[in-house]
């Protein structure tokens, strides 16, 4: 099983980033999909995740209205698009994979927003 994120970099205060995740080992389209991010000295906290077909979405009330959670089942992959980033966003960014008890992590990618 792996989870594999890209996209994650340096972007000023009112940028875009796009985040992927590759998803290969198990049957994507089964499982719900999520992203994460742990800022630093903080606790890791939900952004947001999508059901196994696409079809029911949900964030955290800090990212709502500026991110997007999306999904392409044919290409095992979920995205994130993230819009009028702030320095606040700047964080690592996990995906994960839930279905029941199974439960997958990837590895991370960086998100710094600065000027």
């Known amino acids: 099983v792996q989870l594999v994120e890209s996209g994650g970099g340096l972007v000023q205060p009112g940028g875009s980033l796009r985040l992927s995740c590759a998803a290969s080992?198990?049957?994507?389209?089964?499982?719900?999909m999520s992203w994460y991010r742990r800022a630093p000295g903080k606790e890791r906290e939900l952004v947001a995740s999508i059901s196994n077909v696409g079809g029911s979405t949900n964030y955290a009330d800090s990212v709502k209205d500026r991110f997007t959670i999306s999904r392409d089942n044919a290409k095992n992959t979920v995205y994130l698009q993230m819009n009028s980033l702030k320095p606040g966003d700047t964080a690592v960014y996990y995906c994960?994979?839930?279905?029941?008890?199974?439960?997958?992590w990837g590895q991370g990618t960086q998100v710094t927003v600065s000027s």
């Open positions: 080992g198990f049957t994507f389209s089964m499982y719900a």
């Open positions: 994960r994979a839930t279905l029941v008890r199974l439960d997958y």
